[in-house]
């Protein structure tokens, strides 16, 4: 049984605030010490249900945030930037049996600590088919694609109540209150660490392959805070001005779309200016 951890820093023990997660401060650098801990206690709790293979791939900004040298001897990681599935890299290869999202968030535009969509900011919204979407919903539409269900989620408690709607099956853990999108109450690493591995524990027995799961099309509305970010985003093929701040696109599978999401926030970014965004 091999299991696939998508590993994300906002919603880890103690993250609170945009220098917890930023690479080269002082904060991030104490905060990678407890998204370590968060992600081997999953790993720990994978091998202790009975999983042969943990394979972790890094899914936070530089993609070069987890300490190797911390996690159990047995794992595997995937770490850097420039992948063909971004957060969810490893799934594509038939091999793996479940997915675990730690450390997830709530999506752009939602109650949640240090929410948001791809980017930090200028995302206000994404809608897939409708539905708002966060991080974790469009991630579980690319795994189910390969028929891998996700089977544990870790985060702040409104991440497990948004998991509820794309992985009811999921085992969750909040690790942290929301208070504010800059604040929350946080159980200690102790505490958090002994939470997730009994929780990856019981996950491990969902971790069932299954048939994939084909639910395109799927119609993908993205809004922005700024008019210039919607137009900047036209320039990739298939994307189309829906609004005064939004783009829509239509792919047939979500392993299109998410690579066409990927390529709009890549254009956004690089269209932000410093002061006014």
Known sequence: MKILISADMEGATGVTWP?????GTPQWERCRSMFTSDVNAAVLGFYDGGADQVLVNEAHWTMRNLLLERLDARVEMITGRHKS????????HGDVDGVAFVGYHTGAGTEGVLAHTYLANSITGVWVNGVRASEGLLNAHVVAEYG???????????????????????????????????????????????????AAKEATALAVRREPVLGGPFAVELEFDAEHLAMAATVVPGVHRSGERRVS????????????????TT??????????G
């Open 85 to 92: 599935l971004s957060m969810v890299e490893g799934v594509q």
């Open 249 to 264: 696109y239509s792919s047939e599978t979500m392993y299109e779309g998410i690579r066409t999401f990927k390529a709009v």
């Open 267 to 276: 254009v956004v970014s690089a269209a932000v200016e410093e002061q006014y």
């Open 19 to 23: 220098a917890d997660v930023l690479p």
């Open 148 to 198: 891998v269900p996700v089977v544990l989620v870790t985060g702040d408690d409104l991440t497990c109540v948004d998991a509820a709607g794309y992985a009811p099956d999921a085992v969750t853990v909040a690790v942290k209150d929301h208070v504010s999108r800059y604040a929350a109450v946080c159980r200690t690493p102790a505490r958090t660490a002994a939470d997730i591995r009994a």
